[in-house]
């Protein structure tokens, strides 16, 4: 059972609208039913007998298991399994596929996940789990769950940080997990906010010092009012018994700088525990205070913005005597509450017993192995910290709103949105002047498990309470964003909206074949048709709106960039366009790749598609928002069926670009004033620049704007390179464009012959991943629409042996009946030099971009360098890869 290769689908994807790992698995000699494997069923039913509630393709409980009995594949198994230990050990996930490919033996398993590390891990120990069952090997399953469960717990948010995401999520606000640890973003791009944990990025770094000082928030909240007790800051334990005996015991002894109750030590009377607590402190800080102690409860409020949305108190750790074990077992005893845990996933901590303990226990006149009468508490810890074992009681509701008046007061002067306010008091429902009640401690980044978990009483929503306070009603942290696929013309219709959008002041992201532009600025020169640009734009604090090509390759090997789209573009599906890789074979397939956008369009989105594209009209049903159909020819049937349902459409008439809206009609702008058309002679930009107006009309920019926007948007080589450029150079008129397949061909050829020019030239090669027959019938096209064809090979052949390219474009060539001679050269730059260099005045010259920023570098160079006066053509030498063929008026050699 060997992984050929596993895919992490981050967003929607082929499968799903969520997350997937994809893993192609192959299964040798294992590609057989489980049955065949005696015993292999029931050993994977004893090991994981929860699995009983899969309900698989029978649809009900225990339908796996019967297909376990009846003897299904091990990559379905492989499936089951790993989902399974997800949910035994973080959270449940529930949705899986197996299915084979055009291989024999080798199947795509597909399964959900919430945390890509976890379900790696958990894959693995899957396969371990599926391979010790059928063959009947033995297997630590208990042993590999506790491993998974300590790994998840390392791995995966943790509580306070998941329920924020939980809460975001729930009200439609997209999440990304920064790094490893717990930053996360919510939102995207001008509209993001960032979380650490219960820290927020309006907590400043001045704040969170402030608190961290117990010294200065001490000062700080007495100036301000709020109730806090005496203290001071010590330097040595002499010095800290002085202090004790200036304040008056009992006091409290801490780290001036400490957190999570590490150090502390509580209700002190003596000398010794004193300078025991000292130096207990001194191991947490290199500097120590002194604080007179409140007798009271401990209480922890939680403060979101300006309200107290939480409050618990907080129990010390201990133990209740059995008059039979001794506290070091009672203490081992409570530990295997599965409540308990040694990481902050868990409701409760383990109980720790340290130096600070055995201290306690010698204050109640115990020792580890002192065996307590039954019924007697007692204590671990005097503070009630849960990250040393204490537990949490659930008082929100009996919060005294002059306490809650305080806390919140204590919150703002330190200077935090959200914070943990301790509170020593008597009883929390009362005012704590009235009972000298106090202010122990303002802390930045509170632990909310006490709050969602608590030992008693109910669990808050506090994850809601912070996630509503970073994101007010009505905001879902959502830039407008417009995605973009098709076969031809993606690249070009991104360009254009990003341009309409951009007339309304908007900050613009675009992400497409030729790079990443942040508001008209280039900042990656690489091919970013993919999610990874699209996630680097929607994390860009300074974008307003986002543009994004997507490309078949990017949703393949990783699903989208970004969980729905405003506006979703198909321009057309070809066959030209990668068919026979990743298993997709057919066209119908492709559509459902490309479909992806369609599939997350919301109810209040839109999809603009190509009406005389069946493929595309196919997709209408997948859309949850409206759709908008453009044509050439407003008399198509999709569009006239359309229009009669009250549907949006634009198309051509009388060189007019007309936008309807059911039977409402409006000449939206002539042709003549669209450069990018040239007048509307080039035919695949006019369908481009209907697609652009679709989608800017469903992004609601006013139409005076888009008018405007769409008057300035030219073929410049700058604007759209490599997107039918027509230079002159020389006295020959040179085309240049990006198309490499049999589509795009079939849709310039067209739009070349209204052309005057009567001796045509190409320069041409296509991507070695392309099928052979998308080759020939490439070279056919060719060969019937121009003279002479340069063909080259681009450096990266993608697999193809050298000439390989040049063989089969010839296969195609040989059936044309217009070209009398082809050239190969090696080397793009080289192409184009050997025809522009051959060119005479009045040729038109076809020259075909393999990559934009070489072609464009290339042609400024050439240009720069030509001299003033053409060069003879007997003069130049051709290149020593070049094979010139034999000029032949009916064939080609």
């Known amino acids: 059972m060997e992984f050929r290769k596993v895919l992490a689908l981050r967003?929607?994807?082929?499968?799903?609208?969520?997350?997937?790992?994809?893993?192609?698995?192959?299964?040798?000699?294992?590609?057989?039913?489980?049955?065949?494997?005696?015993?292999?069923?029931?050993?994977?039913?004893?090991?994981?007998?929860t699995m009983i509630e899969h309900e698989c393709s029978i649809g009900e409980r225990g339908g796996f298991f019967q297909r376990l009995r009846d003897g299904t594949y091990p990559g379905h198994i492989l499936e089951h399994v790993t989902l399974e230990l997800q949910s035994l050990v973080y959270r449940e996930v529930g949705y899986g596929r197996a299915r084979e490919t055009s291989e024999p033996g080798l199947y795509r398993v597909v399964f959900k996940y919430h945390d890509e590390r976890l379900a790696r891990e958990c894959l693995s120990v899957a396969r371990e789990l599926v391979l010790a069952a059928l063959h009947d090997r033995p297997f630590d399953v208990k042993g590999e769950i506790d491993r998974l469960r300590k790994f998840a717990h390392e791995v995966c948010l943790g509580p306070s940080t998941a329920a924020i995401v939980d809460a975001a999520k729930a009200r439609g606000i997209p999440s990304w997990r920064m790094n490893e640890e717990s930053l996360v973003q919510l939102g995207q791009g001008s509209k993001q906010r960032r979380i650490r944990a219960a820290e927020s990025d309006r907590s400043g770094a001045i704040a969170e010092?402030?608190?961290?000082?117990?010294?200065?928030?001490?000062?700080?909240?007495?100036?301000?009012?709020?109730?806090?007790?005496?203290?001071?800051?010590?330097?040595?334990?002499?010095?800290?018994?002085?202090?004790?005996?200036d304040i008056g015991v009992p006091v409290v002894v801490k780290p001036r700088d400490g957190n999570q109750g590490r150090g502390v030590s509580t209700n002190l009377i003596t000398r010794e525990q004193v300078v025991a607590a000292y130096e207990a402190a001194l191991a947490e800080s290199s500097q120590v205070i002194v604080e007179k102690f409140a007798p009271g409860h401990d209480y922890r409020l939680l403060v979101v913005g300006n309200r107290v949305v939480a409050a618990s108190r907080r129990e010390p750790a201990q133990v209740q005597g059995d008059g039979v074990h001794t506290i070091r077992e009672l203490i081992d005893i409570a530990n295997l509450d599965p409540r308990r845990g040694e990481h902050h996933a868990t409701a409760l901590s383990k109980i720790k017993f340290d130096a600070v303990s055995q201290g306690m226990l010698a204050d109640q006149g115990y020792t580890p192995e002192s065996v307590p009468p039954a019924g007697a508490t007692v204590l671990i810890r005097r503070n009630g910290n849960l990250s040393t074992g204490g537990s949490a009681i659930d008082m929100t509701e009996r919060v005294h709103p002059q306490v809650a008046a305080r806390a919140i007061d204590a919150a703002q002067i330190i200077g935090l949105d959200i914070a943990g306010v301790d509170i020593v008091s008597p009883d929390i429902s009362a005012p704590l002047e009235e009972q000298a009640g106090v202010v122990v401690e303002v802390n930045a980044t509170p632990g909310l498990r006490m709050h969602l978990q608590p030992s008693v009483g109910?669990?808050?929503p506090v994850g809601d309470a912070i996630a509503s306070m970073l994101f007010p009603d009505g905001d879902d942290g959502r830039i407008p964003i417009a995605a973009?696929?098709?076969?031809?013309?993606?690249?070009?219709?991104?360009?254009?909206?990003?341009?309409?959008?951009?007339?309304?002041s908007k900050r613009v992201g675009m992400t497409c074949t030729d790079g990443i532009y942040i508001d008209g600025r280039r900042i990656d020169t690489s091919d970013c048709a993919g999610p990874r640009s699209a996630r680097a734009v929607l994390m860009n604090p300074?974008?307003?709106?986002?543009?994004?090509?997507?490309?078949?390759?990017?949703?393949?090997?990783?699903?989208?960039?970004?969980?729905?789209?405003?506006?979703?573009?198909?321009?057309?599906?070809?066959?030209?366009?990668?068919?026979?890789?990743?298993?997709?074979?057919?066209?119908?397939?492709?559509?459902k790749v490309k479909r992806t956008i369609v599939d997350v369009v919301p109810p209040n989105g839109a999809s603009v598609l190509n009406a005389a594209d069946p493929l595309c009209v196919g997709m209408e049903p997948?859309?949850?928002?409206?759709?908008?159909?453009?044509?050439?020819?407003?008399?198509?049937?999709?569009?006239?069926?359309?229009?009669?349902?009250?549907?949006q459409a634009i198309f051509i008439r009388d060189n007019t670009i007309i936008v309807a809206d059911g039977a409402k009609e409006e000449a939206?702008?002539?042709?003549?004033?669209?450069?990018?058309?040239?007048?509307?002679?080039?035919?695949?930009?006019?369908?481009?620049?209907m697609a652009a107006i679709g989608a800017a009309l469903a992004l609601k920019v006013p139409q005076e704007i888009i008018r405007s926007r769409v008057e300035s948007f030219t073929a410049d080589i700058d604007k759209v390179p490599t997107r039918f450029n027509i230079l002159e150079i020389q006295g020959a008129t040179v085309i240049v464009d990006y198309g490499h397949n049999a589509d795009a061909l079939a849709a310039l050829i067209p739009v070349i012959d209204q052309f005057p020019h009567e001796r045509r030239t190409?320069?041409?090669?296509?991507?070695?991943?392309?099928?052979?027959?998308?080759?020939v019938r490439q070279g056919e096209l060719l060969g019937n629409a121009f003279d002479q064809v340069v063909l080259y090979e681009y450096r990266d052949r993608r697999g193809r042996a050298d000439g390989e390219i040049f063989h089969h474009f010839r296969i195609g060539l040989e059936k044309s009946t217009r070209v009398k001679q082809v050239d190969e050269v090696r080397g793009a730059d080289e192409a184009a030099e050997f025809a522009l260099r051959r060119a005479k005045p009045g040729e038109l010259i076809l020259l075909q971009s393999y990559t934009v920023d070489e072609t464009v570098s290339f042609l400024r160079q050439y240009v720069e360098s030509i001299a003033p006066e053409p060069a003879l053509e007997e003069s130049i030498p051709a290149p020593v890869s070049q094979t010139v063929a034999v000029e032949k008026p009916a064939e080609v050699m």
């Open 11 to 49: 967003g929607p994807n082929v499968w799903a609208n969520s997350p997937v790992m994809e893993v192609w698995v192959d299964l040798k000699e294992l590609d057989r039913p489980c049955s065949d494997f005696p015993g292999s069923a029931e050993r994977l039913m004893n090991w994981l007998p």
């Open 209 to 245: 010092a402030i608190a961290q000082d117990k010294e200065m928030s001490r000062n700080l909240l007495r100036a301000a009012g709020v109730p806090v007790p005496e203290g001071r800051h010590v330097k040595d334990a002499e010095d800290a018994w002085e202090a004790a005996l």
């Open 458 to 460: 109910v669990p808050r």
């Open 484 to 504: 973009v696929t098709g076969t031809n013309g993606k690249t070009t219709t991104t360009r254009f909206i990003a341009h309409i959008l951009r007339g309304t």
């Open 542 to 591: 300074t974008v307003d709106a986002a543009v994004f090509e997507t490309a078949r390759g990017g949703i393949i090997r990783e699903g989208l960039g970004f969980d729905r789209c405003d506006v979703a573009v198909v321009t057309n599906i070809g066959e030209g366009d990668h068919l026979g890789l990743n298993e997709v074979h057919t066209l119908e397939a492709l559509v």
């Open 622 to 647: 997948y859309s949850a928002g409206k759709v908008c159909y453009f044509a050439m020819d407003g008399n198509n049937p999709v569009i006239v069926r359309h229009r009669e349902l009250g549907g």
């Open 668 to 689: 939206f702008l002539t042709l003549d004033r669209v450069p990018l058309t040239s007048g509307g002679k080039v035919t695949f930009h006019v369908e481009n620049t």
């Open 762 to 775: 190409c320069v041409y090669t296509t991507p070695g991943d392309r099928r052979d027959c998308d080759m």
